[in-house]
């Protein structure tokens, strides 16, 4: 069984996410300890190792590539930091690693809040299981969609983060024609718009529609109610719908062409109306993301939400002054306009700006700030607040417009996984974003959280990572009678299933 460390580099809860995710969509056994220990004030992590992996290194792999496997030593400080306070699984890593478990019918130990030590074994199933699986997930098109609900206002887009590539990968398939009517429908409860989180607004306008460029299927969000943990605390309520992914000539072509050679001889001759309409899962495409010149902006939009409409008429001219001040939105040939999704927000004490930027390469930047929650009770508190709030998103947002990146920051890191399951190399341009050696000498771009998702899937899956934004696929190929690709390259990795835990 693979063991991970899970004070690796940024030493959160994404570490977890991704792993967990992998191991159900490839059915590999693995164990994480020292969860979320880079969390709190004396986090473990920090005293120890500085956010680092483990000493030993797997560098033929590729990329920031420190083992994950524990050994006695590290076995006996995870026992030792299982429950310290301010690490360990929360109600919203629970919330998706109990959805991931029952779907791929996983073996769980440690699955409680708080929990540093985890272990999470799937199990192997075969095609039918499969098919009868995203048949049953199929056939809840007509009824109500299912619901994962949250007791506090967690972000509902970091479950969406963990179950979102498994619902890919072994819930969809490709069809020839998209239908009208989702494959798959769920519904979560908790918060759309909290700290250190994607909100509900910048899944809408700048990931998911960077998801389907690449080939991803086609998702759709209604937000039935927002959750905030500013001002007064509120569950909020999303639903979210997923299409098949539409099939390529090419990869009709080739699914013709595998069934033929699977086909007994008494079947080759039959029509092609008789034909099935679907291939038996999704396979993603190499995919480039990245621009034929320099990235210039096009046109920007701002989404408010606001507690009052003095507050929101006061922050939208402030945002526009602000902006036309700095180059290159000082053009009045840039249209700078406001999101129809600006909305009241129920709470004077909460604020929420989101700036997205399309770039002529058909690509979208985005950067957001949401208040801490401090109270307004005069016009001299709500001038500040604003204030505050366009100078913070103002400046993170001007940074990343020159950074020349066809991905922001927050973007880039969760096209990781998708890059490790595509079949082939894939590319995506990181810009200018800092260089990190990594234990193996060579330099390394991208985000803190970019370079801890790289190295997940290093470790799991074997792949290679150029460090600059490349990244070599594993692949997956799912067929009856068949292995998974990257479940067969799990293996390879000496990762023993019977393997007794340290």
């Not at 994607?198 to 080939?215: A, D, H, K, T, W």
């Not at 880039?412 to 341009?429: C, H, K, N, W």
């Not at 190929?477 to 835990?501: A, P």
Request: proline share 5%.
């Amino acid at each position: 069984m693979l063991a991970l460390d899970g004070s690796t580099l940024e030493g959160g809860g994404q570490l977890v996410r991704v792993a967990l995710s992998l191991s159900a969509i490839c059915e590999a056994p693995i164990r994480i300890y020292n969860i979320r220990a880079g969390r709190g004030a004396n986090s473990f992590y920090k005293q120890t190792n500085n956010g680092r992996g483990s000493k030993s290194g797997r560098g033929k792999r590729g990329i920031s590539s420190p083992s994950g496997r524990a050994t006695d030593g590290t076995a006996a400080t995870a026992a030792a930091a299982k429950h310290r306070p301010g690490g360990g699984l929360k109600e919203s890593h629970l919330a998706a690693l109990r959805w991931l478990a029952r779907e791929c019918s996983a073996e769980v130990e440690g699955a409680e809040a708080s929990s540093q030590d985890l272990t999470f074994k799937p199990a192997r199933q075969k095609y039918g299981d499969r098919h009868a699986r995203r048949s049953k997930t199929e056939g809840n098109e007509s009824g109500e969609p299912e619901v994962i609900e949250l007791k506090n206002p967690g972000s509902v887009w970091l479950i969406w983060q963990a179950i979102f590539p498994y619902i890919v990968f072994s819930m969809l398939r490709r069809r020839r024609e998209r239908p009208e009517t989702p494959a798959f429908r769920i519904r979560l409860r908790g918060g759309t718009n909290v700290p250190k989180s994607p909100s509900s607004e910048y899944m809408q306008q700048v990931l998911l529609p960077l998801f389907e460029r690449i080939g991803l299927p086609k998702v759709d969000i209604q937000v039935l109610g927002r959750g905030w943990t500013t001002g007064a605390l509120e569950i909020g309520e999303v639903e979210i719908s997923v299409f098949h992914p539409r099939q390529s000539p090419e990869d009709d072509n080739a699914r013709r062409k595998s069934e033929a050679d699977r086909r007994p001889e008494k079947q080759k001759g039959r029509a092609d109306g008789e034909e099935d309409e679907e291939s038996e899962g999704v396979t993603l495409p190499p995919f480039r993301i990245v621009s034929p010149g320099p990235i210039t902006i096009t046109s920007v939009s701002m989404t408010i939400l606001a507690g009052s409409p003095k507050t929101h008429s006061l922050a939208e001219s402030k945002l526009v002054n602000t902006l036309r001040k700095i180059p290159p939105f000082s053009s009045p040939s840039i249209p700078i306009q406001l999101h129809p999704s600006s909305a009241d927000s129920g709470d004077e004490r909460r604020l929420y700006i989101l700036l997205v930027a399309q770039t002529s390469a058909g690509y979208a930047l985005g950067r957001d700030y949401l208040s801490p929650g401090r109270k307004v009770t005069n016009e001299t508190e709500r001038h500040r607040m604003v204030e505050e709030a366009v100078g913070h998103v103002v400046r993170s947002f001007t940074r990343e417009c020159e950074r020349g990146s066809c991905l922001d920051e927050f973007a880039e890191d969760q096209f990781v996984i998708f890059q490790a399951l595509a079949d082939g190399a894939s590319t995506v341009d990181v810009g200018r974003s800092g260089k990190n050696k990594d234990k193996t000498g060579g330099e390394d771009t991208g985000s803190l959280h970019t370079r801890t998702v790289r190295w997940v899937c290093c470790e799991m899956l074997g792949t290679v990572f150029d460090g600059l934004g490349g990244c070599e696929g594993r692949g997956l190929c799912r067929e009856e009678g068949g292995v998974d690709m990257v479940r067969e390259g799990v293996e390879v990795l000496d990762i023993d299933e019977d393997e007794d835990e340290e």
